[in-house]
């Protein structure tokens, strides 16, 4: 059974920085590709970032230039590495975990609750 653990979300206020965590459990994670989506309330569900098996990166428009995604394979872990926040970067984040290239992601954390205030 695959399970996902956010943490690190929290209050922070404008212009700060945050970095979110996610391990993974029950699957070979250095196998997979990670993602950290986000969604506000009324919003979608939108990509912030996300990093292959490989270690190919791609971000959101909204992000780039603020946010880093990285892992650590020999701890199951995926970061979020967020800088210079903004109040619209507000929003539940949450980690994903897709096996098969090409497809969909197949698991989703819990999700971990960023605040940024102006």
């Known amino acids: 059974q695959v399970q996902l653990v956010e943490s690190g979300g929290g209050l922070v206020q404008a212009g700060g920085s945050l970095r979110l965590s996610c391990v993974a459990s029950g699957s070979i994670f250095s196998r997979n590709d990670m993602g950290w989506y986000r969604q506000a309330p009324g919003k979608q569900r939108e990509l912030v970032a996300s990093?292959?098996?490989?270690?190919?990166?791609n971000y959101g428009d909204s992000v780039k230039g603020r946010f880093t995604i990285s892992r650590d394979n020999a701890k199951n872990t995926v970061y979020l590495q967020m800088n210079s926040l903004k109040p619209e970067d507000t929003a539940v984040y949450y980690c994903?975990?897709?096996?098969?290239?090409?497809?969909?992601?197949?698991?989703w954390g819990q999700g971990t609750q960023v605040t940024v205030s102006s």
């Open positions: 990093i292959s098996r490989g270690g190919y990166t």
């Open positions: 994903a975990l897709r096996q098969r290239i090409g497809a969909g992601y197949d698991y």
